[in-house]
């Protein structure tokens, strides 16, 4: 007998965990933090449900902390096996778990300086060096490569579209069952990434739901970014950004390049704000045959990536620097939900002026400081302190990675037949349930939504 058990992302589109157990073997697929809600983040820290020693082997569809960022902890904890992935993936855990360590170590630190940690005294979750101990773990594999994991677990990777080496899981089990994880589905036609792969017909699919109850606004050839920018240039003020390091920084400067070529916009000092973002670019364009066809570079040596007034930020000093001046410029900073890091530096002073902009560009969790400025919060809590909103909080979701609606209705009519068994997994209930009634409508299959530790047999 085979189950499968729901660890994360299960109505809620964090955390993502997911246990195979088969054949006396455990797997498990993607190894994600919770984000967003104190209520999420606190089970980051409950006991792992089973004994990280007894599991055999982990699976990572992609590099989002939310997919990989509770791997240090686990490995910690005791977990001795490989971590398999794209080579893509590898390349940029070795940026994301690091800073995930530092970060968490900063955390535990504020709060034994301000003491407003119950716990005394505070802890990290994990630190940098269990992030550089869990590196060690990872094994990469090719696409479109089959690959026996445990016994009687096979795995293969194939293109999802979402992110430089993202994946969706083909495994197969002794006796023939087969299970889908979807990971997190790319979209189609969008710059930078290919297109995601064709689904495989399997037994059971896990499929995510984040934009389940929408679909993203047609593609307007960057003019949504373009009116933002030219309005916010028309006031004197800056543009701030806060970005997904991974990702989401390459798309943003791609179509900053393509309207300044196309002068759609007026040419500005670009400047890209995240030492993670910035290793995040060299990686990208290290495997730039992996990305859209059109992402070559038109002459040697020329980066992809940069625009033509292109600045890469070091050092604090200078982002302090970048801060406090006032010029006219698009500052691309992480995090992409606000919740931390040097764009709060940013944000705190461009807020209060009217002639800035904030602009999102991605997908902000409830909980999140991102999520309450796009709903209208009229002040933020900065580094210990309230900071009015006056600038204009802008969002656009065409520059979203996930698939929306109709893109993961496309994906999965691309099927032969119904999978005996489609779960929905990260999404929250409302976008979940909607997409659950559009598949019941369109298709005719019934969808589940399992709900946190659930375990089902397949």
């Given at each position: 007998?085979?189950?499968?058990?729901?660890?994360?992302?299960?109505?809620?589109?964090?955390?993502?965990?997911?246990?195979?157990?088969?054949?006396?073997?455990?797997?498990l697929?993607?190894?994600?933090?919770?984000?967003?809600?104190?209520?999420?983040?606190?089970?980051?820290?409950?006991?792992?449900?089973?004994?990280?020693?007894?599991?055999?082997?982990?699976?990572?569809?992609?590099?989002?902390l939310?997919?990989?960022?509770?791997?240090?902890?686990?490995?910690?904890?005791?977990?001795?096996?490989?971590?398999?992935?794209?080579?893509?993936?590898?390349?940029?855990?070795?940026?994301?778990?690091?800073?995930?360590?530092?970060?968490?170590?900063?955390?535990?630190?504020?709060?034994?300086?301000?003491?407003?940690?119950?716990?005394?005294?505070?802890l990290p979750?994990?630190?940098?060096?269990?992030?550089?101990?869990?590196?060690?773990?990872?094994?990469?594999?090719?696409?479109?490569?089959?690959?026996?994991?445990?016994?009687?677990?096979?795995?293969?990777?194939?293109?999802a579209?979402?992110l430089?080496?993202?994946?969706?899981?083909?495994?197969?089990?002794?006796?023939?069952?087969?299970?889908?994880?979807?990971?997190?589905?790319?979209?189609?036609?969008?710059?930078?990434v290919?297109?995601?792969?064709?689904?495989?017909?399997?037994?059971?699919?896990?499929?995510?739901?984040?934009?389940?109850?929408r679909?993203?606004?047609?593609?307007?050839?960057?003019?949504?970014?373009?009116?933002?920018?030219?309005?916010?240039?028309?006031?004197?003020?800056?543009?701030?950004?806060?970005?997904?390091?991974?990702?989401?920084?390459?798309?943003?400067?791609?179509?900053?390049?393509?309207?300044?070529?196309?002068?759609?916009?007026?040419?500005?000092?670009?400047?890209?704000?995240?030492?993670?973002?910035?290793?995040?670019?060299?990686?990208?364009?290290?495997?730039?045959?992996?990305?859209?066809?059109?992402?070559?570079?038109?002459r040697?040596?020329?980066?992809?990536?940069?625009?033509?007034?292109?600045?890469t930020?070091?050092?604090p000093?200078?982002?302090?620097?970048?801060?406090?001046?006032r010029?006219?410029a698009?500052?691309?900073?992480?995090?992409g939900?606000?919740?931390?890091?040097?764009?709060?530096?940013?944000?705190?002073?461009?807020?209060?002026?009217?002639?800035?902009?904030?602009?999102?560009?991605?997908?902000?969790?409830?909980?999140?400081?991102?999520?309450?400025?796009?709903?209208?919060?009229?002040?933020?809590?900065?580094?210990?302190?309230?900071?009015?909103?006056?600038?204009?909080v802008?969002?656009?979701d065409?520059?979203?990675?996930?698939?929306?609606?109709?893109?993961?209705?496309?994906w999965?009519?691309?099927?032969?037949?119904?999978?005996?068994?489609?779960?929905?997994?990260?999404?929250?209930?409302?976008?979940?349930?909607?997409?659950?009634?559009?598949?019941?409508?369109?298709?005719?299959?019934?969808?589940?939504?399992?709900?946190?530790?659930?375990?089902?047999?397949?």
């Open positions: 007998m085979s189950s499968l058990t729901f660890l994360g992302a299960a109505r809620t589109v964090t955390g993502s965990k997911y246990l195979l157990e088969h054949g006396g073997k455990r797997v697929f993607d190894c994600g933090l919770f984000q967003g809600l104190k209520e999420l983040r606190l089970r980051n820290w409950d006991d792992f449900p089973v004994p990280p020693s007894s599991i055999d082997a982990v699976v990572l569809t992609h590099a989002h939310d997919h990989v960022g509770y791997l240090p902890r686990l490995v910690a904890q005791g977990f001795r096996g490989r971590a398999f992935c794209t080579a893509g993936t590898m390349d940029l855990c070795r940026i994301v778990l690091p800073d995930s360590g530092r970060i968490q170590e900063e955390d535990a630190r504020q709060a034994n300086k301000h003491g407003y940690s119950k716990h005394h005294p505070a979750l994990y630190g940098e060096v269990d992030a550089h101990r869990a590196l060690t773990h990872l094994q990469p594999m090719g696409y479109e490569r089959e690959i026996e994991i445990a016994a009687g677990v096979t795995v293969e990777f194939r293109p579209g979402h430089l080496g993202s994946a969706f899981v083909v495994t197969t089990l002794s006796g023939g069952r087969t299970i889908l994880f979807g990971g997190d589905l790319g979209r189609y036609a969008r710059p930078v290919r297109d995601p792969s064709p689904p495989v017909q399997a037994d059971v699919m896990l499929v995510e739901s984040t934009y389940g109850d679909d993203h606004a047609p593609d307007d050839d960057g003019e949504a970014l373009a009116v933002v920018v030219r309005e916010t240039v028309t006031r004197g003020g800056k543009l701030i950004v806060p970005s997904f390091a991974i990702g989401r920084v390459e798309e943003l400067l791609y179509w900053v390049r393509r309207l300044e070529k196309q002068n759609r916009i007026p040419v500005l000092p670009v400047y890209v704000d995240s030492p993670m973002a910035t290793e995040a670019l060299r990686y990208y364009t290290a495997r730039v045959s992996e990305l859209d066809a059109d992402m070559m570079p038109e040697k040596n020329v980066s992809t990536f940069a625009t033509a007034r292109f600045q930020v070091a050092s000093q200078q982002s302090k620097e970048l801060t406090a001046n010029r006219s698009i500052v691309i900073s992480a995090s939900m606000a919740t931390g890091g040097r764009v709060l530096h940013h944000m705190a002073a461009a807020l209060p002026d009217p002639r800035n902009t904030v602009l999102f560009v991605g997908y902000q969790a409830a909980g999140t400081r991102g999520r309450a400025l796009v709903d209208g919060a009229q002040q933020v809590k900065i580094h210990g302190a309230y900071v009015p909103v006056h600038a204009r802008a969002k656009i065409s520059m979203s990675a996930h698939a929306d609606r109709g893109e993961v209705m496309r999965l009519s691309l099927l032969p037949a119904a999978p005996e068994r489609l779960c929905l997994v990260h999404g929250e209930s409302g976008p979940m349930d909607t997409l659950k009634a559009t598949i019941v409508q369109r298709l005719g299959w019934e969808a589940y939504t399992p709900a946190h530790l659930e375990q089902v047999e397949i």
